[in-house]
């Protein structure tokens, strides 16, 4: 099966720098890459996702880029504000059925 | 809000009984999915349910079994409560086959604990 993994479990930066997490993925067949935001006891929320036919995809301050040869996708946060503290999941979708498979988190710390 | 809603909120049990948590769709989605997330953890997947069958299961026993309704809603049971039970359930619902539908969208959860 289809197995994620995330780095780095935690991420401390001064508020204004960038962000970056890095997860990997073993399923060839796997073919849409979701990041979810989930702040402490609340739902996972999705901030942006990318499909295996797109290299890069970006949403104002955040950005995924994917590369299909080397089985990795990263998010990047630019301009990072204390209100984007949490932990992110990138996710992987593969299987004839929707099996998301999650990476293990990041516990994102932005420092004002 | 994603219109996935979940029932209830927190639920409290006790070793070997048996617990059964709800789940809304968002309107138009006939996939659900559940997952299980322990503390510090990320979601790991249970089962999937489309348009009424079970479609895909993880790495999960028996005694986690669930429904799905004609009107996309969906039920998880959980049977013989053991301690390691105790997180927070989620339900996602999708419209997976169309290009850029097939995204999940999550409940707001279930916290089970397990005494």
């Known amino acids: 099966g289809e197995n994620v993994e995330q780095h780095p479990s935690t991420l401390s930066v001064q508020e204004g720098d960038s962000a970056v997490i890095k997860c990997t993925y073993s399923?060839?067949?796997?073919?849409?890459f979701p990041w979810y935001k989930q702040e402490l006891g609340k739902r996972p929320q999705l901030i942006i996702d990318?499909?295996?036919?797109?290299g890069e995809k970006k949403d104002q301050r955040i950005a995924v880029t994917l590369n299909k040869t080397a089985k990795h996708f990263s998010l990047h946060i630019t301009e990072t504000q204390p209100e984007d503290s949490a932990v992110y999941f990138c996710?992987?979708?593969?299987?004839?059925?929707?099996?998301?498979?999650f990476g293990t988190g990041t516990k994102l710390q932005v420092i004002p | 809000e994603t219109g996935v809603t979940q029932s209830p909120t927190h639920l409290i049990k006790t070793r070997g009984q048996q617990v059964t948590l709800r789940c809304s769709s968002q309107?138009?989605?006939?996939?659900v999915s559940w997952y299980q997330q322990a503390l510090g953890q990320g979601p790991q997947f249970i089962f999937q349910?489309?348009?009424?069958?079970?479609?895909g299961r993880g790495n999960f026993p028996p005694r986690f079994s669930g429904l799905q309704f004609p009107n996309y809603s969906s039920e998880l049971n959980v049977n013989a409560l053991e301690l390691d039970d105790s997180a927070l359930y989620l339900c996602?619902?999708?419209?997976?086959?169309?290009?850029?539908?097939?995204?999940?969208?999550f409940g707001p959860g279930t916290r089970l604990t397990v005494l």
């Open positions: 996602a619902s999708s419209l997976p086959g169309l290009a850029d539908t097939d995204t999940q969208y």
């Open positions: 399923d060839s067949a796997s073919n849409y």
């Open positions: 990318i499909r295996s036919n797109v």
């Open positions: 996710a992987a979708l593969s299987g004839g059925y929707q099996k998301v498979t």
């Open positions: 309107s138009g989605h006939n996939t």
């Open positions: 349910y489309y348009r009424e069958e079970e479609n």
